[in-house]
């Protein structure tokens, strides 16, 4: 694994995206490095309870935009099949989370901007710092961000969802604690620690048990979540081969104000 670093203290382990040059921008490798993460720990017994966190200032600042710009590049056959590759792998890592056996808990330290803040909601839990920030933008570039809407309006309801898609808004940690998305905001340096505790109420219970109850919530309690990631899937391929998403994206890789036709 090139940007992701396991650890493990007793019967937690730390997922730990390491590619803060980048921001931890989610490429096709540092997706398929999380994967990997995951199987591996799938099968670790002394495991009990997994945190993902990112290292450097951010927790992830969503997909990789230089991918995407280099994809709609190319002839649009064969741009239009990459487009659904990528985000089909995105989705199944999302499915991988939800269906990890054992708890996941986020630990969000600065942002987790789209497809990043679609990772940490696939999370059983989520804690932040007092920096951290949840944003989904996809619509001021001219993108959707259709799995991470789904996401949002699982675990936080149809109007929190609508309101962060629609205008792009930021929830600060404070304003995610007010709505209920997290505990009380910790001090960066905290982070790990309110994680771990949570890990470990988690831990305490027989594993079967867990295992049982997290089935309940996100195959019962959720039942259409996975057709829903699924669809998302498929409006957000669909949605980068547009010339908005095109003009979105170069204006941000330009640093400069996009212009609408």
Same mark, same amino acid.
């Given at each position: 694994m090139q940007h992701v670093e396991i650890k493990i203290h007793g019967a937690v382990a730390t997922v730990l995206m390491d590619h803060p040059s980048r921001h931890n921008t989610l490429s096709p490798t540092l997706i398929e490095d999380l994967r990997t993460a995951f199987s591996d720990l799938h099968q670790e017994k002394r495991v009990r309870a997994v945190i993902l966190t990112g290292g450097g200032e951010h927790f992830s600042s969503g997909i990789d935009l230089s991918v995407l710009s280099a994809i709609s590049a190319m002839a649009v056959d064969e741009s239009q099949g990459e487009l659904f590759k990528l985000w089909q792998r995105y989705a199944e890592l999302l499915e991988q989370i939800l269906r990890f056996p054992k708890p996941v808990i986020a630990a969000v330290d600065g942002a987790a901007i789209g497809a990043g803040l679609g990772i940490?909601?696939?999370?059983?839990?989520? &804690?932040? =710092?007092?920096?951290?920030?949840?944003?989904?933008?996809?619509?001021?570039?001219?993108? &959707? =961000?259709?799995?991470?809407?789904?996401?949002? =309006?699982?675990?936080?309801?149809?109007?929190?969802?609508?309101?962060?898609?629609?205008?792009?808004? &930021?929830?600060?940690?404070? +304003?995610?604690y007010r709505l209920g998305m997290c505990p009380k905001p910790v001090p960066s340096a905290q982070i790990w620690v309110a994680a771990s505790e949570l890990a470990a109420a988690c831990a305490e219970a027989p594993r079967e048990a867990v295992q049982a109850t997290k089935r309940l919530l996100n195959e019962c309690v959720g039942e259409m979540l996975l057709s829903q990631i699924a669809a998302g899937t498929a409006y957000s391929a669909a949605a980068c081969s547009t010339e908005s998403a095109k003009e979105g994206v170069a204006a941000?890789? +330009?640093?400069?104000?996009?212009?609408?036709?």
């Open positions: 940490a909601l696939a999370a059983d839990l989520l &804690v932040l =710092s007092e920096r951290g920030a949840l944003s989904a933008e996809a619509t001021r570039r001219g993108l &959707v =961000s259709g799995a991470t809407g789904a996401l949002i =309006s699982f675990r936080f309801g149809a109007a929190t969802a609508a309101r962060m898609l629609l205008t792009g808004q &930021v929830i600060d940690a404070d +304003e995610a941000f890789l +330009e640093k400069r104000d996009p212009e609408w036709r």
